[in-house]
């Protein structure tokens, strides 16, 4: 009887372990995706000229797998006459000459200090979690749990705007929301 009760008692504690592990799974995105979307960003926002001739700088704010991916599909690839190229960044400092902050959502404590380091800038920052458009993001990417985990998209259009971004109505008819 107690070797009946302890078996259960394992295979319930197994089932729930794989349970949790399935759902932490399927919740990561897919940064694979993710890169395409930032580079679709850029064909859908507007930069003001850039008279420098430099390069359009992607910056990710911290470690996130995302570098990875945009090194892989996006870096090289071009922004108008611009060249992109990735860049891993760590403090507010470094953001100066990116055109996108990619802020990861381990990182997103931080959106109010890089809004006040970039206020007023012509640079657009995707945020990695659901509300951070209403935080500060320009975009912020997540996964949408009420509509089978699919990957979504939110703006805001009055921070875009105020940076002097000039953003597509196209872009802004395949959001989920806009602010």
């Known amino acids: 009887m107690k070797n009946r009760f302890t078996y259960r008692v394992i295979m319930v504690a197994t089932a729930l372990l794989m349970i949790t592990r399935v759902t932490a799974f399927a919740q990561k995105l897919n940064y694979e ?3 395409m979307y930032v580079y679709n960003f ?3 926002i507007e930069w ?3 008279k420098t001739n430099s390069d359009f700088v992607v910056g990710v704010y911290g470690s996130s797998p995302l570098t990875a991916m945009l090194n892989k599909y996006i870096s090289a690839k071009h ?5 992109i190229v990735i860049k891993q960044v760590s403090t507010p400092a ?3 000459g990116c055109s996108i902050v990619f802020l990861p959502a381990s990182e997103s404590g931080k959106l109010k200090q890089l809004n006040d380091q970039l206020k007023g800038k012509p640079i657009l920052i995707v945020g990695e979690k659901y509300g951070l458009s209403k935080k500060g993001a320009g ?4 996964l949408d749990e009420d509509d089978d985990n699919k990957t979504k ?8 705007n ?3 971004l000039v953003i597509s109505t196209n872009l802004l008819r395949l959001a989920s929301q806009v602010y």
Request: charged share 20%.
């Open 162 to 164: 105020a940076s002097g």
């Open 42 to 44: 850029t064909k859908f």
């Open 153 to 160: 998209f939110e703006i805001s259009k009055t921070l875009i």
């Open 79 to 83: 922004v108008g006459m611009r060249t």
């Open 94 to 96: 470094e953001l100066n």
């Open 33 to 35: 995706l993710v890169s």
């Open 48 to 50: 003001p000229p850039d």
């Open 139 to 142: 975009i912020s990417i997540f």
